[in-house]
């Protein structure tokens, strides 16, 4: 948050807790002239949190409709059958709704069902660090007399990325926090369904017509702390209930042509409206904007 000698201070700020962290507020409102937050829940969320609606715009992020599109040559999935595939791209954490996604999908499906779970961990040794439904994942995807869970580890190229989604047949995220939900935008571009929270980040570019949404209730928890951040409130997330997930999960596996259905429409929604070409224009303006707003008092232009 240090202001640079001169200009303006723009910050591109994350966040899927709610209630912002007390310093970060205390910063913005002594030297950042704006932030941006990539949904509008995010913007809620730090509005809640006190800050000015005049100092917090939405800049989205976006995907690339080149590499993200129907019709790619699947990936390889070696060891990994056929049949119906679901995908989770992700940190295996709680506010990624992974516990959520292993309980829904041992009630909606049993050995006998020609279904795989694929879940590609994501940010294991970087930002995301290793928590308990690791474990539990490994165990499911061991255990033989449940239903398939195939687990990968292995780092993906950026064009092995694209191809990952179009080896599946329906993206599963039923994240409790998200700033946006990148990775769900990617498998609608590829022309997944996907199945999401209604509300929360994602609301932004999922809707009945476009994604396969499960319920949602807030969740306040009884804290104020996030690591070693103190927040200005109380952790606020979503929830989906495992069981309602489950009903859209063998929805999908019995429906499969209205999911493929909802997977063109969300394609071509994201490759026309979501892009990082249209993000990138919402910065510009936004720059353009702010190039010609008067620096506060006391500090250099």
Known sequence: FARPPAGRLVVALPWEFG????DWRTAINRDVDEVWACSRHLRDG????????????????????RRFRPGLEPLPLPGVPGGYRFLFVGGLL?????????DAYRAAFSASDDVTLVIKDFGSGGPYQPQEAE???RSMAADRSGPRVAF????????????????????????????????????????????????GSTADFCDPATALLVPSH????????????DLVGRV??????????????REAYDDREAARAIGRA????????????????IAARRLQELSGRAAPAGVGA
């Open 135 to 137: 474990a539990r994942a």
């Open 266 to 281: 969300a394609s071509a929604h994201i490759r026309a409206d979501h892009s990082w070409d249209a993000a990138a224009a």
């Open 152 to 199: 990968l580890r292995d780092r993906l190229t950026d064009e092995e990325i694209p191809r990952l989604y179009a080896s599946c047949d329906c993206l599963v995220h039923p994240y409790r926090g998200e700033g946006y939900g990148l990775t769900v935008a990617e498998a609608m571009a590829a022309g997944l369904p996907v199945i999401v929270p209604e509300g």
């Open 19 to 22: 209630a912002m962290p007390r």
């Open 236 to 249: 606020s997330v979503i929830e989906v209930l495992a069981l309602d997930l489950a009903q859209r999960m």
């Open 46 to 65: 730090y509005l809640a949190s006190g800050l000015d609606p005049e100092l917090v715009r939405v800049v989205p992020h976006g995907v690339d409709p």
């Open 218 to 229: 807030p969740l306040v928890l009884d804290r104020t702390r996030v690591g070693d951040l």
């Open 94 to 102: 709680w506010r990624k709704g992974i516990d959520l996604l292993l």
